[in-house]
């Protein structure tokens, strides 16, 4: 006889994303390296401190397509040069699933791109869901200069996660401060 | 060429879960027939006001593996007889699917049953995921007497709802007030 599965209840802090029953997974600038347009920038706040810009939550759930992995995901205020604290960013490895972010609090984007050089950039706001649609990678960035972004997310569990393309070519677009704003630009360090 | 898909940008508010760009689906008394344990006190609500009981988001995405189905859930306050308002709940049609819930606002329980009879009820607060394992029906419960119960849901979006059996069988167990406390207890109705 099989015994029945079990659901699973996790804690997952309104306020700040964090869970006090499950370990985030952290990102500090030193997982980061590459991926910044000012490398010089980079390599100068590197030495100063290896800080924490963002963590999220694996929950383990099988990757099956009958499931759906979710979490939270932290972005911590800070800019590297002019450009803000982002995560890495991915594809998904089944390339056409999707994904969605849910905004509990802060201020962001999100950056998504094609393989054929599409771009689409969302602004993240608290009580904003943003629908990634198949073959979109995609990046969240805190564009507050005090507040964490904090989202929610949900994707097919059996999507999987390409980090490579993008950690190998970057994003087409970076967003960077301008006159005390956001801005969208080229990212100077993009391989075709 | 295929025109590039589109993300989607969806406003839920934190506060009542309620959107200002979509329509919600919403389910009144006169749609609850036969799922209260206490009858009389059903029709006896039911001829003073058919009043609203939950509302909810079908955002239509693709009914695809690729895809994950997501919205708010808004339980309002409210008993027929002892037995708190409450979603009709449902089996997914894909039976071994699965489904999140994530508690932004209110107090509830999550009633969970599968076909064998395994019963798993978990509560829902701010803050808390509720992880609904394979072959579960699943209904959120409003425990409060004042406050509307708001959660963030998802599902693979190829799940389907199969609501039928919940409205021929019934749960197994229900959740009533006793003595100012939620309890659960058998459902006198169930058919098994």
């Given at each position: 006889m099989n015994t029945p599965l079990k659901s699973i209840v996790t804690d997952f802090s309104l306020?700040?994303?964090?869970?006090?029953s499950r370990p985030a997974i952290r990102r500090t600038l030193?997982?980061?390296?590459?991926?910044?347009?000012?490398q010089s920038a980079f390599e100068r706040d590197l030495a100063r401190d290896d800080r924490l810009v963002y963590e999220y939550f694996d929950?383990?759930?099988?990757?099956?397509?009958k499931e759906v992995a979710y979490g939270t995901s932290i972005v911590y205020p800070g800019k590297v040069g002019s450009e803000y604290h982002m995560t890495k960013g991915h594809f998904h490895t089944v390339i056409d699933t999707t994904e969605v972010y849910f905004c509990l609090r802060g201020h962001g984007m999100l950056m998504m791109e094609n393989p054929e050089g599409d771009v689409e950039v969302r602004e993240l706001k608290p009580g904003f869901a943003v629908y990634v649609p198949p073959r979109y990678a995609h990046r969240s960035i805190n564009v507050s200069s005090t507040e964490q972004l904090v989202t929610f997310f949900a994707f097919p569990?059996?999507?999987?996660?390409?980090?490579g393309t993008i950690e190998t070519k970057g994003f087409r677009k970076i967003v960077v401060e301008r006159d005390g704003k956001p801005e969208v630009v080229d990212n100077p360090r993009w391989m075709s």
């Open positions: 306020i700040d994303g964090l869970s006090q030193s997982a980061m390296k590459g991926m910044y347009a000012d929950m383990g759930v099988p990757h099956s397509e569990a059996h999507a999987g996660h390409d980090y």
